[in-house]
Every structure is written in C-alpha cells, then in structure tokens.
C-alpha cells in the first residue's frame, strides 16, 4: 500500500518543514503502509530535514532525464538522491498540459507540453538511475465521454514501458477529469481501470515490481472506498497531502487496510 502526497507547487521551505513535521508527529511510527511526499525541488532540503529517522520518505515531482549539462532550469536524478529521493512523479497530467478544468487558452494550457515520448524518456531514466518512478496515465473527460479510457492508457503505458524493467515502479491511474476538481472516480471504476492497467502493464512484459495506485481528488473520507478495493494498491494525493490532519487520516486508513 502506497500513501503517496503532491504538493505541486505549494510550500516555501519553510512551510514544507512545518507540513512534514506535523505529517511526522501523527502518524504512527510503524505503519504497514509506504508513505511518500513529494515538495517542490526548493523546499526538498527542508522536507528533507524534517523526515529524518520517520517512516516519511521523500519523491520529486518531476525529473529531466540527462545526468548533467546545458539544460537551464532542469532537475536531474543524482541531484534528486542526494536528498534521499526514493521516488518521482513521471508524466503527470498537468505537466503533459492535460487539466480536468481550467480557465485558460488552450494555447497556454500546453506550458510544459510534455508528450508520451518525454514522459518515457524520465521513465527511464528514473528507473536507471535508482528512483522509483511514479509514472501518471489518465484521460480526459472528453475521452471519457468517447469511450477512449483504455486506449489512451493504453498508448501512454505502451510509450513508457516499451523498453522493459526489472526494477520496481508505480503506476498512478489519475483520470484528468478528477484531478482538483472534487469529482473523484467511483471505487468500483478505479478498481476496474487498475485491473486493466497492472493487465496491460504485465503484457508489456515489465518487471512484476509494481504497484498501481489511483489518484484525483482522493481526501480522507473517500480513500477508504478506493484503498478497500481490489486493484487499487495505494493512492497519490494532491490538495489533501497539503493538510496535515487530513493526510494523517488517509495513512492510518492505508495502514489499516495494508496490515
Ligand atoms: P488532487 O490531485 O488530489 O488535488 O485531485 C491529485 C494529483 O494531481 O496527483
């Protein structure tokens, strides 16, 4: 079972230690579950600091795939492991410029424009370089509403574990539509399209080291439903990682059911 939070981009450094403290202080020390969080690359040091000696381990949001060289503004994996990094969000959603709502252009909606092929490449590199990645498939409501959820998870899984792994990694099913929009998956959908996912994933010939999680609108009275299911083998959270109480609730649930 894997409790895995987003902070996208909140937190200052200061904020990020305060948050992983109090996440610290109200969890139990020895829970079945794995938890993660995931600050944003400034405040991974204090984040750092404050999970120290916890069961709390530490994932980025993002990575680049190169090791080094002119590529301004980019994070790469060494940098991430010298934090004590475990893990790292691939692909996810709003960095592929795919948002459940919003208000603005589609021109600018694309910002980060990451495709199927980037999205693989940091796969990759992630699992090269020791990080067990995070990898984010879904479809938007548009593509919902054509029938098209498989297949589109389909091509995404396709494009990203095309070369093959023995090493562990996750696999977040997170439907654009339900991302910060409070319109979670039914359980009973989720447990359905993480069958199909860890089915797809298995035929792609992967490693049998992974987990399939559900994300999109998780909070601490919905997660027990989703993480009672079947196929749904942990969760990743945006807004409600964000508050401590809450977050503390989805790990004891994740715990209990993990035991
Ligand atoms: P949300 O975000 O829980 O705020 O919907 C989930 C995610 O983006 O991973």
Not at 29 to 52: I, K, L, N, Q
Not at 94 to 107: M, V
């Amino acid at each position: 079972m894997l409790i895995a939070g987003n902070w996208k981009m909140h937190t200052t450094s200061a904020e990020a230690f305060t948050l992983a403290s109090r996440i610290c202080e109200s969890v139990h020390s020895d829970g079945a579950s794995e938890v993660v969080v995931c600050p944003p690359f400034v405040s991974m040091r204090a984040a750092a600091d404050a999970v120290a000696g916890s069961r709390i381990m530490l994932g980025a949001q993002t990575m680049f795939w190169e090791t080094q060289g002119a590529f301004t503004g980019e994070v790469s994996a060494d940098m991430l492991l010298e934090f004590g990094c475990r893990f790292c969000i691939v692909g996810h959603s709003e960095r592929r410029g795919r948002f459940g709502k919003s208000d603005l252009p589609a021109n600018l909606l694309a910002y980060f424009s990451e495709t199927d092929a980037v999205v693989a490449r940091k796969f990759s590199a992630a699992l090269g370089a020791g990080l067990i990645p995070i990898l984010c498939v879904g479809e938007t409501e548009k593509e919902r509403a054509e029938h098209r959820t498989e297949q589109v998870i389909q091509t995404q899984l396709n494009a990203a574990l095309c070369a093959g792994t023995d090493a562990r990694f996750v696999i977040a099913y997170e439907p654009v539509w339900a991302i910060g929009t409070g319109d979670v998956c039914e359980p009973d959908e989720a447990d359905r399209v993480c069958a199909f996912i860890r089915t797809a994933a298995k035929k792609a010939g992967t490693s049998e080291q992974f987990q399939v999680v559900y994300g999109g609108s998780v909070n601490a009275e919905n997660a027990r439903a989703l993480l009672e299911r079947e196929s749904v083998e942990g969760v990743l959270v945006g807004g409600a990682s964000l508050k401590p109480d809450e977050f503390s609730k989805i790990i004891a649930i994740g715990d209990e059911i993990a035991k």
